[in-house]
């Protein structure tokens, strides 16, 4: 081989490697990006299902009382 077969091969490596390495990390980056989408995603659903079931079991408390006052 000759220096300049040699020069190429290092300079092709090491372009590959860079190039590897910036693709990997733009994949990384939208992977964290959605993940923290879904995320506040989820934490929204969850906060709708808790005021939810907590207006459900005030309403079936305050019925469960009203019963039992009327009962009396």
Known sequence: MTL???????????????????????????????????????LAEREIRQRQEDEYNDKHQNAMMDSETGAR
């Open 4 to 42: 300049a077969g040699n020069i190429r091969i290092m300079v092709g490596t090491l372009g590959g490697g860079l190039l590897g390495f910036y693709v990997m990390h733009q994949l990384e980056q939208r992977y964290k990006i959605k993940q923290q989408e879904d995320y506040q995603r989820y």
